[in-house]
């Protein structure tokens, strides 16, 4: 059911991250989490039916469906089997996880393509793949090994019983080093844009760019804006003679949800250009054409540079401001920009280029002006059951303060660290801190820890926060 506001239609979930709904597609697992309401019995019922030619459509979904209805996708969420597309030779084939992967989450399945005619597999396990143990006979291609230790190195193999007798499997390996990705948090928290050429000289693409230059920002269709990424920037010539005063360029497949983290940035010069310019923004939201918020006055007025690089930070309330009466919401399908507007002195040849660099959108404005860092706990309980844990910034609770803004803002549920942070666990009496981010029980332990962390984020350092794992 798509709520309504008004007479517009709002999409709940635009282009979510897939990973918010699927096991772990990172590693060929495309099963649906559990609760990821969006898809599991969500689908619709193919009955059997006669048609009046004769023609019988079989029943598509009663063998295959679980709960009161298909679920959306291939795969069935509680499915004792798990489909594997390919060729079925003489032996299991196409592990899962995948040989050799280290980012297997810590609750990975093992499941494979069996042989060709199997019908039953023994599975063995373990860490040593000189001494594997008999953990499973069964009929079924998906074993559950239980709660992975990430500090380990797996091994595995399936023997399948065909035909022909039993045919002994290869000797696969993993390691449970993913982190899990939060649902909730999946849509997009930042745009950043740093103008790397990208080359395609298909015929298509160069009826668009005479150089094959992949433009990641699209002209008006009607107005003659001219766009090209020259050194890293995007050189943007605004058309002097507009066929439509507001027709902006489009930033497409944003999915953003410009409420969160309502912020632009962005570095600029100008070479010719003696005149002030205005810079417009808007967006797109979900549901159709004609669905544009988009201000027909500038956010700001810039000064000309002469050459000189500027810096440009701004608030989007107002877009999101216009996107919320008209259309109830601040998801941004595609963002709009537009260079120079009906007020300003036309955009002339001897004027050049208007050049933007640095361009980003939505959180990563924050990363330049911040001022502290906290860390105010656990997002939800974290328990081991006596194996060793992973703890992702996606666990805790960070906030940030910034530079001339009272309020603070929370660090993005899905984002990794920026690459200048760091989160530093502290060694405990009953555990010992693996690779950075893996807290290990001592062996025989059971209780709850207490576990200090804090962020390091630049020259910043958040103050010592105590964590709880319960180890049961």
């Known amino acids: 059911m798509v709520p309504i506001i008004g007479s517009v239609p709002i999409i709940p979930h635009p282009q979510r991250d897939v990973r918010e709904l699927l096991r772990d597609p990172d590693n060929l697992d495309f099963r649906p989490r559990e609760g990821a309401k969006e898809i599991i019995d ?20 009663s063998e295959f469906k679980i709960g009161d209805a298909p679920d959306i996708g291939a795969y069935e969420y509680g499915a004792k089997d798990y489909w594997i597309a390919g060729y079925r030779g003489s032996k299991a084939s196409t592990p899962i996880p995948p040989d050799g992967t280290t980012s297997a989450k810590q609750d990975a399945d093992l499941m494979w393509l069996p042989a060709y005619k199997a019908e039953s597999f023994k599975v063995y396990f373990g860490t040593d793949s000189d001494d594997l143990r008999l953990v499973s006979e069964q009929q079924n291609n998906i074993y559950d ?98 066929a439509h005063p507001f027709e ?38 979900f549901g159709g054409k004609e669905r544009d918020a988009f201000p027909e006055e500038p956010l700001i007025v810039l000064e000309p540079t002469s050459g000189e690089v500027e810096s440009v930070y701004l608030s989007l309330s107002k877009p999101i401001e216009i996107g919320k009466e008209l259309f109830g919401g601040a998801i941004a399908k595609n963002f709009l920009l537009q260079v120079t507007g009906p007020e300003d002195v036309p955009w002339k040849k001897k004027d050049g280029a208007f050049i933007i660099s640095d361009f980003r959108i939505g959180f990563a404005c924050l990363l330049d002006k911040i001022e502290g860092v906290e860390i105010k706990g656990l997002r939800n309980r974290i328990e081991s059951n006596a194996q060793a844990v992973i703890l992702s910034p996606s666990d805790l609770e960070i906030s940030v303060t ?9 660090l993005p549920e899905n984002d990794p660290l920026p690459s200048d942070w760091e989160l530093v666990i502290k060694d405990g009496d009953n555990y010992s801190v693996v690779d950075g981010d893996i807290i290990k029980p001592k062996k025989g332990y059971k209780g709850t820890l207490y576990v200090k962390v804090e962020v390091r984020a630049g020259k910043k350092t958040s103050s010592p926060c105590q964590i709880e794992v319960v180890v049961k």
């Open 42 to 61: 969500a689908g619709v019922d193919v009955p059997r039916e006669k048609l009046w030619t004769g023609v019988v459509i079989p029943d598509f979904t």
């Open 145 to 242: 090994p239980g709660q992975l230790d990430p500090t380990l190195t797996y091994y595995w193999r399936v023997d399948c019983e065909t035909p022909d007798g039993w045919a002994e499997g290869d000797v696969w390996s993993f390691r449970a080093r993913g982190r899990p990705f939060r649902q909730g948090g999946a849509l997009p928290s930042s745009y950043v844009e740093d103008f790397a050429q990208v080359f395609d000289f298909d015929w298509q693409n160069l009826e668009h760019n005479q150089q094959g230059l992949i433009m990641p920002w699209l002209t008006p269709k009607f107005n003659g804006d001219h766009l090209d990424i020259v050194d890293g920037a995007m050189e943007v010539i605004p058309d002097g003679n507009r």
């Open 248 to 285: 902006a360029i489009t930033i497409p497949n944003t999915n953003m949800d410009l409420e969160r983290y309502p912020f632009l940035s962005f570095k600029y010069k100008t070479t010719e250009r003696k005149d002030p310019i205005s810079f417009y923004a808007g967006y797109t939201v």
């Open 402 to 410: 910034v530079k001339d803004d009272d309020k603070s803002y929370a």
